[in-house]
């Protein structure tokens, strides 16, 4: 059972602005960095966001991320088909000397 | 041209072993850190296990401790992944993935499948 929460769902039209939360606890989200993963099925993960909220090279402006205390949010704007994908967000955890994965949130573009 | 290509999945009994196989090229190996990550079928992703550049730290998630070992030959450019008493949770497509400084699991394998049953 993953410690960082995540909404199951969260769909947009194309051109909208969607947003997924990921909750967690002082021993993860509150004191480590919040990265960002595309995950397409079928298809290997991708690295979205690293450091709570920088872009690796190659990944649109339309991805945005960000942290407050134990919560850190994914922002993607200009919503496209191809952005239909499972998105999770991970952080290192203290307490569990591990790396965390949140529950994942599947992405529909309507 | 970063590569990642992992091997040594398939079928497995219940209390069984397997070892996985990632070969790396296209960069240095040996001056990065490693892990192995694995989704179970219709569920998330789960970190696995972590092992620094030159072996001086490894991390496993709890569920797999005192069963998998990670280990890596920096001279062959492989990481492994030792899995012992299996058990069916473990079945998962598993990828190895690379970190970058400040870039967890920057790149990654196309997985390997493993499935436990009897």
């Known amino acids: 059972q993953s410690v960082l929460t995540q909404p199951p769902s969260a769909s947009g039209t194309p051109g909208q602005r969607v947003t997924i939360s990921c909750s967690g606890s002082?021993?993860?989200?509150?004191?480590?960095?919040v990265y960002w993963y595309q995950h397409l099925p079928g298809t290997a993960p991708k690295l979205l966001i690293y450091?709570?909220?920088q872009r690796p090279s190659g990944v649109p402006d339309r991805f945005s991320g960000s942290k407050s205390g134990t919560s850190a949010s994914l922002a993607i704007s200009g919503l496209r088909s191809e952005d239909e994908a499972d998105y999770y967000c991970a952080a290192w955890d203290d307490s569990l000397s591990g790396y965390v994965f949140g529950t994942g949130t599947k992405v529909s573009v309507l | 041209e970063v590569q990642l290509v992992e091997s040594g999945g398939g079928l497995a009994k219940p209390g069984g072993s397997l070892r996985l196989s990632c070969a790396a090229s296209?960069?240095?190996?040996?001056?990065?850190?490693m892990n192995w990550v694995r989704q179970a079928p219709g569920k998330g992703l789960e970190w696995v296990s972590s092992?620094?550049?030159?072996?001086?730290?490894?991390f496993y998630t709890d569920s797999v401790k005192g069963r998998f070992t990670i280990s890596r030959d920096n001279a062959k450019n492989s990481l492994y992944l030792q899995m012992n008493s299996l058990r069916a949770e473990d079945t998962a497509v598993y990828y190895c993935?690379?970190?970058?400084?400040?870039?967890?699991?920057?790149?990654w394998g196309q997985g390997t499948l493993v499935t436990v049953s009897s």
């Open positions: 450091g709570n909220n």
């Open positions: 092992i620094s550049s030159s072996s001086d730290y490894i």
């Open positions: 993935a690379r970190d970058l400084t400040g870039l967890r699991l920057f790149n």
């Open positions: 002082s021993s993860n989200i509150g004191s480590s960095y």
């Open positions: 296209g960069f240095s190996f040996s001056s990065y850190n």
